[in-house]
């Protein structure tokens, strides 16, 4: 998948459970509702409201954008509702998309809208260009036209490259195909005797207090946040946040929270250690599990840069999200 809003910004040249009933099971959906957005709920008008998208059979959609349409804010109109979870920040979204000069009317950047070309994109809180708060709020599955003035989209520069002038608007059109959670989300669980303990920042992010015991020596696993999605399946891609520790050396080898995104693997023996894949397997999206590897189904007596050799392993991780592989 290609990293399309990174691009987009360069050539820019910067371009309680909420309706969930005391007799209801909570959902996915009723913990998204729960949480407090990173970016502020989309905002909608005028200039976005008169943007007319009509869906292609196996394609790109037309666009229509009137000329003369004008706002001093990023506007979003929402073209069709999926019925997916709701996007609120600091979240990682597959998307198909268009970019257009609202001037010209003309296309600059543009996916096939046949999956074949997806951009896969980590859409943060405090970005210059704010696809943060002018996704924020909407559903996957939906289909939605954002309105970017001139003075936002450029400062008023232009691009020349792509055909846009000093006082050109830009159009983007996406469709919000996946949408992965933020972090963990769900129901808390007691901490299990035997594990580390494990504490979170407001971000979600882990830390743990370690045992001063010997590692056990076969594989443990405890789930901390029961999450309400769908369990995962051998051959998923599946979506993660996970910060991994050294038993013995008490040592942080590695952290998607410190790489700054979610990571990304095929949950099967051919990308992932065993213990790792052990772990995962029928847990649901949303949870956080903690787990306890052992060497034997870890590195075994093979060393890993901050992994000594015969190394015990603890993971925590986040389950984000899964699609059935391709």
Request: proline share 5%; aromatic share 8%; net charge neutral.
């Amino acid at each position: 998948m290609r990293k399309f809003l990174a691009a987009a910004a360069a050539a820019i040249s910067m371009f309680g459970l909420s309706g969930c009933s005391a007799l209801s099971a909570p959902t996915l959906e009723s913990d998204v509702a729960a949480i407090k957005p990173a970016c502020e709920q989309f905002t909608t008008g005028d200039a976005a409201s008169k943007i007319t998208v009509t869906p292609v059979t196996g394609g790109a959609p037309t666009v229509n954008i009137p000329s003369g349409i004008s706002s001093d804010k990023i506007e979003t109109k929402v073209v069709s509702e999926g019925k997916g979870i709701k996007f609120t920040g600091n979240q990682l979204v597959t998307l198909e998309y268009i970019g257009l000069n609202a001037g010209t009317n003309k296309a600059f950047q543009t996916s096939k809208f046949d999956g074949s070309d997806m951009a896969s994109e980590y859409i943060k809180a405090g970005s210059q260009l704010d696809f943060c708060h002018a996704l924020s709020g909407v559903r996957e599955g939906s289909t939605v036209a954002v309105f970017i003035p001139a003075q936002i989209a450029h400062n008023g520069k232009g691009i020349t490259e792509l055909g846009v002038g000093k006082t050109d608007a830009i159009v983007f059109v996406f469709k919000l195909v996946k949408v992965y959670l933020p972090r963990a989300i769900g129901s808390e669980q007691p901490q299990q005797a035997g594990f580390p303990s494990v504490v979170r920042a407001v971000s979600g992010q882990p830390g743990v207090t370690f045992l001063k015991t010997e590692a056990p020596t076969t594989q443990k696993t405890a789930v901390l946040i029961q999450g309400h999605g769908e369990p995962l399946k051998l051959g998923q891609a599946i979506t993660v946040h996970y910060t991994g520790f050294v038993w013995s050396t008490k040592v942080k080898f590695d952290s998607s929270w410190d790489n700054g995104q979610p990571a990304q693997f095929k949950l099967d023996s051919a990308s992932l250690i065993p213990g790792f894949v052990d772990a995962l397997k029928g847990q649901r999206i949303g949870s956080q599990i903690i787990t306890v590897i052992p060497p034997d189904k870890a590195y075994g007596a093979q060393a890993q840069q901050q992994i000594p050799a015969n190394s015990t392993l603890i993971f925590v991780i986040d389950i984000l999200g899964a699609t059935d592989a391709k």
